[in-house]
T-cell receptor
Framework: AAGVIQSPRHLIKEKRETATLKCYPI?????VYWYQQGPGQDPQFLISFYEKMQSDKGSIPDRFSAQQFSDYHSELNMSSLELGDSALYFC??????????????FGPGTRLTVT | KNQVEQSPQSLIILEGKNCTLQCNYTVSPFSNLRWYKQDTGRGPVSLTIMTFSENTKSNGRYTATLDADTKQSSLHITASQLSDSASYIC????????????FGTGTLLAVQP
């Protein structure tokens, strides 16, 4: 079965640079979620999109922005990168937001290292 | 404050043995509780998902229980295998329409031969 695809899998950037992470949800999933997981920490919710509109917002810094495109893939844009942005960034997708039982399927993650 | 706590933080068991992981939560309004398995550097993979009315759910050698009154859940792993070595994360969904997730800090399980 098709899973959530994230690219790139690994990314190394320098401070103050920008980075773009991409997420391709499971076919027919219309909701995408972004999470940030720092070393030894649990994933923190950043932002989600449903039908190309932002549906919820978590602890996403102002330096980050995201959008969902007409083909439902999503991109997380990160600017003015800081050392503390080094983390695993997960994308998850689901069929529809909010209904109990609609599972979020996670991608393999993008490991971002800021030097 | 919405919170999910897990115990133990880490656990070492021998291959073939059983183990039980615990999860306590204070999340409102509760939607459902999920257990995920996360291998190092990989995305979490769902094991079970239970709503308020479900007490137990099995997925192969994994059996999860939920006591909504005491707000406790457990994940029991039977006849452990080396491939079970991973972090097991209890995640509680709340907020109904918004499907927000609160992640526990996980239990790191190591299965040794």
């Amino acid at each position: 079965a098709a899973g959530v695809i994230q690219s790139p899998r690994h990314l190394i950037k320098e401070k103050r640079e920008t980075a773009t992470l991409k997420c391709y949800p499971i076919p027919r999933h219309d909701t995408v979620y972004w999470y940030q997981q720092g070393p030894g920490q649990d994933p923190q919710f950043l932002i989600s999109f449903y039908e190309k509109m932002q549906s919820d917002k978590g602890s996403i810094p102002d330096r980050f922005s995201a959008q969902q495109f007409s083909d439902y893939h999503s991109e997380l844009n990160m600017s003015s990168l800081e050392l503390g942005d080094s983390a695993l960034y997960f994308c998850a997708s689901s069929e529809r937001p909010g209904l109990a039982g609609f599972e979020q399927y996670f991608g393999p993650g993008t490991r971002l290292t800021v030097t | 404050k919405n919170q999910v706590e897990q115990s133990p933080q880490s656990l070492i068991i021998l291959e073939g043995k059983n183990c039980t992981l615990q999860c306590n939560y204070t999340v409102s309004p509760f939607s459902n509780l999920r257990w995920y398995k996360q291998d190092t550097g990989r995305g979490p993979v769902s094991l079970t998902i239970m709503t308020f009315s479900e007490n137990t759910k099995s997925n192969g050698r994994y059996t999860a229980t939920l006591d909504a009154d005491t707000k406790q859940s457990s994940l029991h792993i039977t006849a452990s295998q080396l491939s079970d070595s991973a972090s097991y994360i209890c995640v509680v969904s709340y907020g109904g329409a918004t499907n927000k997730l609160i992640f526990g800090t996980g239990t790191l399980l190591a299965v040794q031969p």
